[in-house]
C-alpha cells in the first residue's frame, strides 16, 4: 500500500466478503441450518462445533435439514466440499492417481 501523505485507502473496493448476492443466501443458508440445529441439540451441544452436511450441497445433497450433522470444526472445515476419497486431499492426505 502506497504510504504518500494524500493517500486514502478504499475500504469499499478491499472488502468484498460476503457482498454478493449469491454469498448473502448462502450464509442465510447456514444461519436456517445452524438455527435448526440448536433447536433439535440444544446450544450446549453445538458449542465449539459446527453444522456440516451429510452429503456435500457439490455432490448433490440438499440443503434439507435431514442432510446436515453436527461435527467438530476442524472436521468440517478440512473436508472442504470434497467427499470420497477425494476427501483426504482437503486435509493435506495423499491421494493416488489411479
Do not use: C, F, I, W
Not at 478491499?14 to 443466501?25: G, L, M, R
Request: aromatic share 4%; net charge positive; hydrophobic share 20%.
Amino acid at each position: 500500500m502506497p504510504s504518500s501523505p494524500g493517500y486514502k485507502r478504499n475500504y469499499k473496493q478491499e472488502y468484498k466478503y460476503h457482498a454478493t448476492d449469491k454469498q448473502k443466501k448462502n450464509r442465510a443458508a447456514r444461519n436456517k441450518a445452524r438455527a435448526a440445529a440448536v433447536k433439535k441439540h440444544g446450544k450446549a451441544a453445538l458449542k465449539g462445533k459446527d453444522v456440516g452436511h451429510k452429503k456435500s450441497l457439490k455432490s448433490g445433497g440438499s440443503k434439507a435439514v435431514s442432510n446436515t450433522k453436527v461435527q467438530s470444526r476442524s472436521s468440517n472445515r478440512s473436508a472442504g466440499g470434497k467427499s470420497g476419497s477425494r476427501a483426504g486431499k482437503a486435509r493435506g492426505g495423499r491421494v493416488s492417481k489411479r
